[in-house]
């Protein structure tokens, strides 16, 4: 497997390579191999994985990064050809049972193991066909792609999940039934404004306010819509009329993943992708009163990471509670099926109070 480093030279022959492929370029690497087929059924899957225990490459040691402290992660693998492209994340409270959406229109159902507070393995893994309101699987890309999942209500067992589709968007009701993503119920209605999304741009960070005075609204953020002032766009409905936000836009980032925390806040995943540089991640905090419309949102920059680091195109992230009351973020990458140059990473860590005090390098 192709392994990205931090010299000048392999990320330049990465970009050569990669150029488009976290994009969406047709002409990209990844968009010239076959699309993975949804399966019509459920079945088992499984999956390998390799432990990451130092998330700065070549230094181990300390794994504190301002307020973020590295617990570990997760390198995985799979000779299924519907395994990859892990696009949306929801996560069990006790952070072990997840339900991911891949954006080939595939669900995938798995456990994580632990040893002390690092993740060691996922167990348990099965993956299904998301369906179409007609009950059958999903075959067009432009339907299938699934970007971002979110609870609406219930547990991972059995609930109601919001699924995000980008290219063809929409936002659809999912029931959970026995741990999986069931025939779609409803679809929720968009913005007059969401029109102008991009076919590959569309609604890629998607949560249910938890806390604050927006509690219970679902926020949508656009992967890259920006309004005439350069600040993306967002929108909080379910409670009333639509209501538009703006975030400011820091260096060219595109928003790839959102969760809630309890108080209100949110955590806002991500990426950049230039050829002169590779990919990169960012983690931004946005406070519950900060969260409103008609104000320039700007929020704090937990962590800002480039190829140096155990990265790859991070698009997912949820957050739960350890046993101990830590607030752990979980990350996963889409690896846009491209087995050589990518990997499908999972990756985790505790946010830590205000005035931590970093010791990355």
Same mark, same amino acid.
Not at 127 to 146: F, V
């Given at each position: =497997?192709?392994?990205?480093?931090?010299?000048?030279?392999?990320?330049?022959?990465?970009?050569?390579?990669?150029?488009?492929? &976290?994009?969406?370029?047709?002409?990209?690497?990844?968009?010239?191999?076959?699309? @993975?087929?949804?399966?019509?059924?459920?079945?088992?899957?499984?999956?390998?994985?390799?432990?990451?225990?130092?998330?700065?490459?070549?230094?181990?040691?300390?794994?504190?990064?301002?307020?973020?402290?590295?617990?570990?992660? &997760?390198?995985? *693998?799979?000779?299924?050809?519907?395994?990859?492209? &892990?696009?949306?994340?929801?996560?069990?409270?006790?952070?072990?049972?997840?339900?991911?959406?891949?954006?080939?229109?595939?669900? /995938?159902?798995?456990?994580?193991?632990?040893?002390?507070?690092?993740?060691?393995?996922?167990? $348990?893994?099965?993956?299904? @066909?998301?369906?179409?309101? %007609?009950?059958? @699987?999903?075959?067009? $890309?432009?339907?299938?792609?699934?970007?971002?999942?979110? /609870?609406?209500?219930? *547990?991972?067992?059995?609930?109601?999940?919001?699924?995000?589709?980008?290219?063809?968007?929409?936002?659809?009701?999912?029931?959970?039934?026995?741990?999986?993503?069931?025939? @779609?119920?409803?679809?929720?209605?968009?913005?007059?404004?969401?029109?102008? =999304?991009?076919? %590959?741009?569309?609604?890629?960070?998607?949560?249910?306010?938890?806390?604050?005075?927006?509690?219970?609204?679902? /926020?949508?953020?656009?992967?890259?819509?920006?309004?005439?002032?350069?600040?993306? +766009?967002?929108?909080?409905?379910?409670?009333?009329?639509?209501?538009?936000?703006?975030?400011?836009?820091?260096?060219?980032?595109?928003?790839?993943?959102?969760?809630?925390?309890?108080?209100?806040?949110?955590?806002?995943?991500?990426?950049?992708?230039?050829?002169?540089?590779?990919?990169?991640?960012?983690?931004?905090?946005?406070?519950?009163?900060?969260?409103?419309?008609?104000?320039?949102?700007?929020?704090?920059?937990?962590?800002?990471?480039?190829?140096?680091?155990?990265?790859?195109?991070?698009?997912?992230?949820?957050?739960?509670?350890?046993? *101990?009351?830590? *607030?752990?973020?979980?990350?996963?990458?889409?690896?846009?099926?491209?087995?050589?140059?990518?990997? %499908?990473?999972? &990756?985790?860590? +505790?946010?830590?109070?205000?005035?931590?005090?970093?010791?990355?390098?």
């Amino acid at each position: =497997m192709f392994r990205w480093h931090a010299s000048s030279a392999l990320r330049l022959v990465f970009a050569v390579l990669a150029v488009g492929v &976290l994009v969406g370029s047709a002409t990209s690497v990844a968009a010239q191999q076959k699309s @993975p087929a949804a399966s019509e059924k459920t079945s088992a899957v499984e999956v390998s994985a390799r432990r990451i225990e130092s998330y700065q490459r070549g230094i181990s040691g300390s794994n504190q990064f301002g307020r973020l402290q590295f617990r570990g992660g &997760l390198v995985m *693998t799979s000779t299924d050809e519907r395994f990859g492209g &892990l696009s949306g994340l929801i996560i069990a409270p006790d952070g072990r049972r997840f339900l991911a959406v891949t954006d080939q229109g595939n669900w /995938l159902s798995a456990e994580i193991a632990y040893s002390g507070k690092a993740p060691s393995s996922v167990e $348990k893994a099965r993956m299904g @066909p998301i369906l179409g309101l %007609n009950g059958r @699987p999903l075959r067009r $890309k432009r339907d299938a792609d699934a970007e971002e999942i979110a /609870l609406l209500s219930g *547990t991972l067992a059995n609930g109601i999940a919001l699924v995000a589709f980008e290219r063809n968007h929409r936002l659809v009701r999912h029931p959970i039934i026995d741990g999986a993503l069931g025939r @779609p119920t409803a679809l929720v209605a968009l913005p007059p404004d969401a029109r102008r =999304m991009k076919s %590959n741009s569309g609604l890629e960070a998607v949560t249910i306010l938890r806390g604050g005075p927006n509690q219970g609204a679902i /926020l949508a953020l656009a992967e890259e819509l920006l309004d005439a002032n350069d600040n993306h +766009t967002g929108w909080l409905l379910g409670k009333g009329a639509p209501q538009r936000l703006a975030l400011k836009d820091f260096g060219g980032f595109a928003l790839t993943g959102v969760a809630a925390l309890e108080d209100g806040s949110v955590l806002i995943l991500e990426r950049r992708f230039r050829m002169s540089e590779g990919v990169k991640m960012r983690l931004r905090l946005v406070k519950a009163d900060e969260l409103k419309p008609g104000r320039v949102i700007e929020g704090e920059t937990l962590i800002s990471s480039d190829m140096g680091y155990e990265i790859d195109n991070m698009e997912a992230i949820a957050v739960h509670k350890s046993s *101990t009351g830590e *607030t752990v973020i979980t990350l996963l990458s889409d690896d846009n099926f491209n087995k050589f140059l990518q990997r %499908n990473l999972l &990756l985790q860590f +505790t946010l830590l109070p205000p005035g931590a005090k970093s010791t990355s390098r």
